[in-house]
């Protein structure tokens, strides 16, 4: 499977309850940015008397590479770092924002960046909880021979991504 499919086979599958952004102001380096936004809200008689709202925002960020190595990880990580608070609303009804970046390669065999993958993990609280939280998982992807190697939160979405 070339990227091009595997990429089309992810619109298709996102287009249900993700908006597909062709031109991101924040995530431009990304091949395709798939954001998804739940509201929900508990009121009193009428919609007007709202007692509590809550939402929880999930950003899907794919890029593709014909090589990679622990140095492209590392930028990854940090392109998705450093825009983490532009894209997320720090409001009082925001609880949470996911980030799930989806690096796709066509072969990698490098054991030592698959369990760096594995062992990720990154979490970061606003105003101690208050204001919601936010949290990356990582997914590597091996086109030639079909591998999704993922880290410990984005284990329940890996059958998802299989190509």
Known sequence: MDFITYKNKMKDKYKVYFDIEKNSDIFNTFDMVAKSNI???KFFLTKK??????E???VCL???????????????ICSIKENMDKATVQDENHMSTVF???LV???????????KIKKFKYYQSYCLGLRGWSEIRLILITL????????KKAKKIKSFYEP
């Open 39 to 41: 509201k929900n809200e």
């Open 49 to 54: 008397s709202v007692i509590y709202s809550y």
């Open 56 to 58: 929880n925002n999930e």
């Open 62 to 76: 794919i890029k593709y590479t014909k090589e990679i190595d622990e140095v492209c990880l590392d930028e990854f």
């Open 100 to 102: 799930t970046g989806i």
């Open 105 to 115: 390669t066509d072969k990698n065999d490098n054991i030592q960046l698959h369990n």
């Open 144 to 151: 030639r021979d079909g591998k999704v190697i993922c880290s």
